[in-house]
Nanobody
Framework: QVQLVESGGGLVQAGGSLRLSCAVS????????MGWFRQAPGKEREFVGA????????YYADSAKGRFTISRSNARNTVYLQMNSLKPEDTAVYYC????????????WGQGTQVTVSS
């Protein structure tokens, strides 16, 4: 079993930045590709970005390209989502997830952390 715990969400003004963290425990973190997803009120959950198990490649949704950066520390069993130039439409609950590789449906999910961007 793998446990994922997100942190770092909060309220920020448009144009501001936040860094989300996702701490992973339970199994070998480096075996998993990690992804970030988000769900806004009344909308379906959507892909934000992902990083391969070794951290060598990252993938982003068009809405995140150029503003968000995913990184990971296998030594700390943690994956990060740095979000810059935030917009009100980025408001959502953000989830991290673990999968055997990028592009495969995640096997494990965190509980989510709320990000609210005010205009």
């Amino acid at each position: 079993q793998v446990q994922l715990v997100e942190s770092g969400g909060g309220l920020v003004q448009a144009g501001g930045s936040l860094r989300l963290s996702c701490a992973v425990s339970g199994r070998t973190f480096s075996n998993y590709a990690m992804g970030w997803f988000r769900q806004a009120p009344g909308k379906e959950r959507e892909f934000v970005g992902a990083i391969t198990w070794g951290g060598g490649r990252t993938y982003y949704a068009d809405s995140a390209k150029g503003r968000f950066t995913i990184s990971r520390s296998n030594a700390r069993n943690t994956v990060y989502l740095q979000m810059n130039s935030l917009k009100p439409e980025d408001t959502a609950v953000y989830y991290c997830a673990a999968s055997v590789r990028v592009g495969v449906s995640p096997d494990y999910w965190g509980q989510g952390t709320q990000v609210t961007v005010s205009s």
